[in-house]
């Protein structure tokens, strides 16, 4: 257990729809990144935040949003789904949002249909 | 923007030593290069991270020649539960964003 939590675990909606993914860091982590993981795909970087701030973006589509909010936690909101958004999301968070080890969540797989 | 170099795939059997190298060209003077692990449907995990010369865990070596645009990855005496895929994590030169490699699928045999 890394000590990243991520709700739900599973999400199957239609195409069109709009769906929130949740992310928690460990404790005492501040900074928070988001990840998309294609069936037998690497992992693309998406966002990261620091403290509630953005830091680095990486292919993050425009139809996609993220926040972190004060008590750290973290939201990615997906809309307009294709089918192609259908995916493995994962968290995760890290102490200083520098080089140090990220710790991933469980991620949560998106289904659109 | 960074880019990483990987074999798509290597296979290997009990105990045998089994070396991955990433090529990444365009590092910045001051970055770290990090190797992670990751099983199906589960998110990846830390193995090392080193600048260079050569950082060894209790889980792995890793090497990094002096020109810094490889490294290579070594895992000693590899058993099945090493089976996994490998990524190698270099910062994104001048953004700080993140790029994971393509990642190694390693298949580790009896």
């Known amino acids: 257990d890394s000590g990243v939590t991520q709700t739900p675990k599973h999400l199957i909606t239609a195409t069109g729809q709009r769906v929130t993914l949740r992310c928690s860091p460990r404790s005492g982590d501040l900074s928070v990144y988001w990840y998309q993981q294609s069936l037998d795909q690497g992992l693309q970087f998406l966002i990261q935040?620091?403290?509630?701030?953005?830091?680095a973006k990486g292919n993050i589509l425009e139809r996609f949003s993220a926040q972190q909010f004060p008590d750290l936690h973290s939201e990615l909101n997906l809309s307009s789904l294709e089918l192609g958004d259908s995916a493995l999301y994962f968290c995760?968070?890290?102490?200083?949002?520098?080089?140090?080890?990220?710790?991933f969540g469980p991620g949560t797989r998106l289904t659109v249909l | 923007l960074a880019k990483t170099t990987q074999p798509i795939s290597m296979d290997s059997y009990e105990g045998q030593e089994v070396n991955i190298t990433c090529s990444h060209n365009?590092?910045?003077?001051?970055?770290?290069i990090t190797w992670y692990q990751q099983f199906p449907s589960q998110g990846p995990r830390f193995i090392i991270q080193?600048?260079?010369t050569k950082v060894t865990n209790e889980v792995a070596s890793l090497f990094i020649p002096a020109d810094r645009k490889s490294s290579t990855l070594s895992l000693p005496r590899v058993s099945l539960s090493d089976t996994a895929v490998y990524y190698c994590?270099?910062?994104?030169?001048?953004?700080?964003?993140?790029?994971f490699g393509s990642g190694t699928r390693l298949q580790v045999q009896p």
């Open positions: 994590l270099v910062p994104h030169t001048g953004r700080r964003a993140l790029t």
């Open positions: 080193g600048y260079k």
């Open positions: 935040y620091y403290n509630g701030e953005e830091r």
């Open positions: 995760a968070s890290s102490v200083d949002g520098g080089l140090d080890e990220q710790f």
């Open positions: 365009n590092i910045a003077t001051n970055d770290y």
